[in-house]
């Protein structure tokens, strides 16, 4: 099924400014990476790319398209651990280790880089704010217990934790970019172990009363999943929560998008719901108590916050507050809202996983 069917689906000049006619040729040879790079080389422009995308998944050609555009990714998946120890290193130095300045420009105060909580609200800040407290809400944090952030980002997240919930925080980063800049924002307050998460201390086994991984599991990889889980489980104390928040796919198999993985998240993919259920239930037990449950789906919060993320960049770069090229700022404006449209038409999930290991 070729890429002409889809866009015969849709009315292109309702959404899509053609600057060059090259547009057509780039977006039926080389699908996805054709439709993105030609974006970002000004080829053409749209006030709606998420909408553009939202109607060319909806007419559902392109999920019988895809294939085709990515047999290299699939082969790559199939015969390769993509996100082995030795290669763990390639995303964080491509996107997170890029100075903390450039994702202060567009991120809330708390610097929270995944899906919001914009329940009744329009402002970041609130939306961080309230999605973080039902993160805490969910891992049932008291004073005084210790909990593991892995990934942390930039450890705001952890700080909100240690101060809303009086908890102690350790973060598990890759991150140089990150670590330093926790320790020099935080100090003391959060410990952080500049290592992968398995490279974890055993000495650290059974230390944590919680674990949070927010957006995490997409780094980590199908193949990796038994030993993520495994970790986690050494690394909890009897009865302890885990809370893994990561996008997912309505599909069968795992996906990947070859522009992302260009551009964004070298070697990320994105596994069905059924998949990472069936390794997190291979160590923990399902949440049993009902004012939590054990799976909720917050993919409706996702469009508006990366909707606040591409309009705090483009307020940033008309202000002079961040400094960034012309392809740059269209390569981040394309990602954000490649995935909300993605997210609004069901071809991408947002949930969250709740688990406990046995008292």
């Not at 890029?98 to 329940?119: I, N, V």
């Not at 009744?120 to 999605?131: H, N």
């Not at 930039?154 to 934790?161: E, K, Q, S």
Request: hydrophobic residues 35%; contains cysteine; glycine residues 8%.
């Amino acid at each position: 099924m070729a890429l002409s069917s889809i866009l015969s689906e849709v009315d292109i000049e309702q959404y899509v400014q053609v600057n060059h006619p090259s547009f057509y040729r780039r977006v039926l040879m080389e699908g996805t990476m054709g439709l993105g790079d030609s974006y970002i080389e000004g080829v053409w422009d749209s006030p709606q790319i998420d909408e553009f995308v939202f109607q060319i998944l909806s007419s559902g050609v392109y999920q019988q398209a895809a294939p085709l555009y990515n047999i290299i990714g699939e082969f790559r998946r199939r015969l390769m651990n993509l996100q082995s120890l030795d290669r763990s290193n390639q995303v964080i130095e491509a996107h997170y280790d890029l100075p903390p300045e450039f994702y202060e420009a567009f991120l809330g105060p708390m610097r929270k880089y995944t899906c919001l909580d914009f329940t009744d609200t329009d402002d970041i800040e609130v939306a961080e704010r309230q999605s973080m407290h039902k993160v805490c809400e969910k891992l049932e944090l008291k004073p005084g217990e210790t909990v593991m952030d892995i990934g942390g980002g930039w450890g705001g997240p952890a700080h909100f934790m240690a101060e809303e919930y009086g908890v102690s925080p350790t973060i598990v980063t890759l991150s140089k970019e990150q670590a330093a800049y926790i320790r020099e924002r935080y100090g003391d307050q959060i410990r952080v172990l500049e290592c992968d998460y398995r490279e974890i201390p055993h000495g650290l086994r059974g230390s944590f009363d919680a674990i949070s991984n927010i957006g995490v599991l997409e780094h980590v990889g199908h193949k990796n999943y038994a030993d993520f889980f495994r970790i986690a489980h050494q690394s909890l104390r009897r009865g302890g929560r885990i809370l893994t928040h990561t996008l997912y796919t309505p599909y069968d198999s795992v996906a990947s998008n070859p522009w992302v993985d260009k551009h964004i998240f070298r070697n990320g993919e994105i596994s069905p719901r059924h998949m990472i259920e069936g390794d997190i239930n291979a160590y923990f037990e399902p949440n049993r108590d009902s004012s939590h449950p054990t799976f909720e789906d917050i993919s409706p919060h996702y469009p508006p916050t990366l909707h606040a993320w591409k309009d705090g960049l483009t307020k940033a770069k008309e202000e002079g507050r961040v400094d960034i090229t012309k392809e740059e700022f269209r390569k981040f404006v394309f990602y954000f809202m490649l995935y909300a449209g993605a997210i609004s038409a069901g071809h991408v999930r947002v949930g969250q996983f709740l688990y406990r290991k046995a008292a």
